[in-house]
């Protein structure tokens, strides 16, 4: 039997222990949306599985860690509007569910983009090329009926996807074929008549190298100038061990900003594996032969590599949390390395590892760096 004296004492330890580890986990965070959030938002892209909730131990990391999402494919063209007149909503509809449900900022991605677009959106019956006002009518019909659906609920929308050239010229898509060099100043102006209240982004990637970020730079303040309602510029991120380097990340960040628009990376991921030729691309139609020599990794990360990707994470984020004033969200593009595109882009199959939890959903030292950074602050 304990005293009243020894109970007393005893009682008086544990709370004094609980009062500490309340304090301790009020002030060190232990999620990445707990360590950024005077900062940015912290997000994430999720994938049909996540969305539909059979990837459980996937949605578990988004859930506690990220209070962001964005649509890997669900709300693409291809996946949305396969056929004329046939939307195919089911699957955005979840993917807004299950963002509602925990509260948290939902980006849709994307309006108008060359890819993952049917073909039919360009053709007439028998197969021709379309005229612009036909067109015209197309895009503003899908946006109005996309954008439209979730007004209000969505918070940002990716309105135009890759654009440019590398070279920093408009790319010769079939809307610009076919449009005409306004297709992107229409394609703002009816993201904004769906949903006034929606950030609107140009997003593209690449545009840390020079030629590209000044086509883009160039096109953004002339879409500013004509009084288009672009609120921000989405530079992907599709990053590797050596590029961008943070300098030059650092100005690219401070070049968009100047420019009176919100900068926010929307597609990060860091990947490890042997460069193929055009390293510094996302351009989703690459495709380079398989070749052992180009997946090193399959049966598990050296640890110099770990190191080296550990501090790239660390550098990246310290050049996003200097402008905090200006970058609102960083986005990772995948949950685990397991989830990731670039396990089968550019070369299909390999085991990369882009992102900050491994294969079984554990955070990897990366994801101890990153929250180090923000504690640093
Ligand atoms: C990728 C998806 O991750 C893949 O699942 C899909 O097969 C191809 O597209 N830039 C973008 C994203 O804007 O939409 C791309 O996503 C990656 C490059």
């Not at 049909?48 to 649509?71: C, H, L, M, N, Y």
């Not at 291809?78 to 955005?92: C, D, G, Q, V, W």
Request: aromatic share 8%; hydrophobic share 40%.
């Amino acid at each position: 039997m304990l005293s009243k004296m020894q109970t007393k004492v005893r009682l008086a330890g544990w709370t004094a222990l609980i009062a500490a580890v309340t304090a301790t986990s009020a002030q060190t965070p232990t999620t990445l949306k707990e360590a950024y959030r005077d900062s940015f938002h912290v997000g994430v892209a999720i994938n049909e599985a996540q969305i539909t909730g059979t990837g459980a131990r996937g949605v578990a990391i988004v859930e506690t860690q990220f209070d962001s999402i964005s649509p890997e494919n669900v709300l693409k063209w291809e996946r949305i509007h396969p056929k004329p007149n046939t939307y195919s909503f089911e699957l955005a509809d979840q993917y807004m569910a299950f963002g509602e449900k925990r509260h948290m900022f939902i980006v849709g991605h994307n309006l108008v983009w060359h890819s993952q677009v049917p073909d039919w959106v360009f053709r007439d019956d028998k197969g021709n090329l379309v005229d612009r006002e036909t067109l015209l009518k197309r895009m503003h019909d899908h946006i109005q009926t996309v954008a439209g659906r979730y007004k209000g609920r969505i918070q940002s929308w990716d309105v135009v996807n890759e654009a440019l050239n590398d070279d920093g010229t408009l790319r010769q898509s079939l809307w610009l074929k076919i449009i005409g060099e306004d297709y992107i100043a229409k394609a703002f102006q009816y993201a904004h008549e769906a949903d006034p209240r929606a950030q609107l982004t140009y997003n593209d990637y690449s545009l840390e190298n020079a030629a590209k970020r000044k086509g883009a730079l160039e096109l953004i303040a002339k879409l500013k100038a004509q009084g288009v309602p672009v609120t921000s510029v989405g530079i992907q991120g599709h990053d590797s061990l050596i590029w961008p380097s943070v300098e030059v990340e650092d100005a690219t960040i401070s070049a968009f900003a100047k420019l009176g628009v919100k900068v926010v990376i929307s597609e990060l991921d860091i990947d490890v594996l042997p460069p193929v030729p055009d390293q510094e691309s996302a351009d989703v139609s690459m495709k380079i032969q398989q070749d052992p020599k180009l997946n090193p990794y399959a049966k598990g990360l050296p640890q110099s590599v770990q190191q080296k990707l550990t501090k790239r994470y660390a550098d990246l984020f310290g050049v996003y949390l200097k402008h905090r004033d200006v970058v609102t969200r960083v986005t990772l593009w995948g949950v685990t390395d397991a989830d990731s595109w670039r396990n089968d882009w550019p070369v299909e199959g390999r085991t990369s590892y882009p992102l900050l939890f491994d294969r079984s959903g554990h955070p990897k030292p990366g994801f101890q760096a990153v929250m180090q950074v923000a504690a640093k602050e």
